[in-house]
């Protein structure tokens, strides 16, 4: 999420990119929740760029910018809940 105010990243799956849902600087009063985000970057990239640095949750936002987090599974993040308990989130098939 590159900017903006009151977005809604809700109900996605993001498996096996780069980097998982990332919320930049810019980006405020946003809601990021019950999404499935695992294995980004994926366990082949991992292997082969291990200083690679991909993450499923990243805030890079401010912790002022009201920016709230909730019932997402993932495995990795930074700034982020990531909780290590079951979730709402579930898979979802593509276009499905």
Request: aromatic share 4%; glycine share 12%.
């Given at each position: 999420?590159?900017s903006?105010?009151?977005?809604?990243?809700?109900?996605?799956?993001?498996?096996?990119?780069?980097?998982?849902?990332?919320?930049f600087?810019a980006?405020?009063?946003?809601?990021?929740?019950?999404?499935?985000?695992?294995?980004?970057?994926?366990?082949?990239?991992?292997?082969?760029?291990?200083?690679?640095?991909?993450?499923?949750?990243?805030?890079?936002?401010?912790?002022?910018?009201?920016?709230?987090?909730?019932?997402?599974?993932?495995?990795t993040?930074?700034?982020?809940?990531c909780?290590?308990?079951?979730?709402?989130?579930?898979?979802?098939?593509?276009?499905?």
């Amino acid at each position: 999420m590159l900017s903006g105010n009151d977005n809604l990243v809700e109900s996605n799956t993001a498996i096996g990119n780069t980097n998982g849902i990332v919320v930049f600087p810019a980006a405020t009063n946003s809601t990021i929740r019950d999404n499935v985000v695992v294995g980004n970057p994926p366990i082949q990239q991992s292997n082969s760029v291990p200083a690679g640095g991909g993450v499923d949750l990243w805030d890079q936002s401010d912790p002022s910018n009201g920016n709230t987090f909730a019932d997402n599974m993932c495995l990795t993040a930074i700034n982020a809940p990531c909780p290590a308990v079951g979730t709402r989130a579930f898979p979802r098939k593509p276009g499905g």
